[in-house]
Protein backbone atom coordinates (compact mmCIF):
# COMPACT_ATOMS: atom_id res chain seq x y z
CA UNK A 1 0.00 0.00 0.00
CA UNK A 2 1.28 3.69 -0.88
CA UNK A 3 0.44 6.08 1.77
CA UNK A 4 0.46 9.79 -0.06
CA UNK A 5 0.91 12.76 2.39
CA UNK A 6 0.91 16.30 1.69
CA UNK A 7 2.25 17.46 4.39
CA UNK A 8 6.20 19.01 4.66
CA UNK A 9 7.27 16.36 6.70
CA UNK A 10 5.95 13.18 4.57
CA UNK A 11 7.76 10.29 7.25
CA UNK A 12 4.97 11.68 9.87
CA UNK A 13 1.85 10.62 10.08
CA UNK A 14 -1.55 11.08 11.92
CA UNK A 15 -2.10 8.16 13.53
CA UNK A 16 -0.29 5.84 15.37
CA UNK A 17 -0.78 2.58 12.98
CA UNK A 18 0.22 4.44 9.84
CA UNK A 19 -2.62 5.10 8.38
CA UNK A 20 -3.56 8.82 7.62
CA UNK A 21 -6.12 10.40 10.15
CA UNK A 22 -9.92 10.24 8.45
CA UNK A 23 -12.66 12.76 9.24
CA UNK A 24 -15.11 12.42 11.62
CA UNK A 25 -17.84 11.94 8.53
CA UNK A 26 -21.29 12.72 9.98
CA UNK A 27 -19.90 14.62 12.87
CA UNK A 28 -22.17 17.69 11.68
CA UNK A 29 -24.43 16.66 9.50
CA UNK A 30 -28.19 17.95 10.08
CA UNK A 31 -30.98 17.37 8.29
CA UNK A 32 -34.36 19.08 7.24
CA UNK A 33 -37.59 18.24 5.64
CA UNK A 34 -38.53 19.45 2.62
CA UNK A 35 -41.81 18.75 0.75
CA UNK A 36 -40.68 16.42 -1.63
CA UNK A 37 -37.47 14.87 0.84
CA UNK A 38 -35.22 15.24 2.84
CA UNK A 39 -31.91 17.97 2.25
CA UNK A 40 -28.47 16.49 4.58
CA UNK A 41 -26.03 19.19 4.99
CA UNK A 42 -22.49 20.05 6.98
CA UNK A 43 -23.41 22.29 9.43
CA UNK A 44 -19.87 23.62 9.18
CA UNK A 45 -20.47 24.22 5.60
CA UNK A 46 -23.59 24.39 4.85
CA UNK A 47 -22.59 25.03 0.97
CA UNK A 48 -22.23 21.40 0.89
CA UNK A 49 -25.77 19.58 0.93
CA UNK A 50 -27.52 16.72 -0.55
CA UNK A 51 -31.02 16.51 -1.13
CA UNK A 52 -33.32 12.87 -1.54
CA UNK A 53 -36.10 11.49 -2.41
CA UNK A 54 -35.17 8.12 -1.23
CA UNK A 55 -34.00 6.82 1.26
CA UNK A 56 -31.22 3.98 1.23
CA UNK A 57 -29.85 1.83 4.22
CA UNK A 58 -26.02 1.69 3.38
CA UNK A 59 -25.94 -1.56 3.64
CA UNK A 60 -28.10 -2.27 0.86
CA UNK A 61 -25.52 0.08 -1.16
CA UNK A 62 -22.24 -1.89 -0.60
Known amino acids: MLVMTTRANDTELDRADGLPALPE ?8 DVENGVVFYDAENPLAWLESSHAFSLQDCT
Request: negative net charge; proline residues 0%; aromatic residues 12%.
Open 25 to 32: GNATVETY
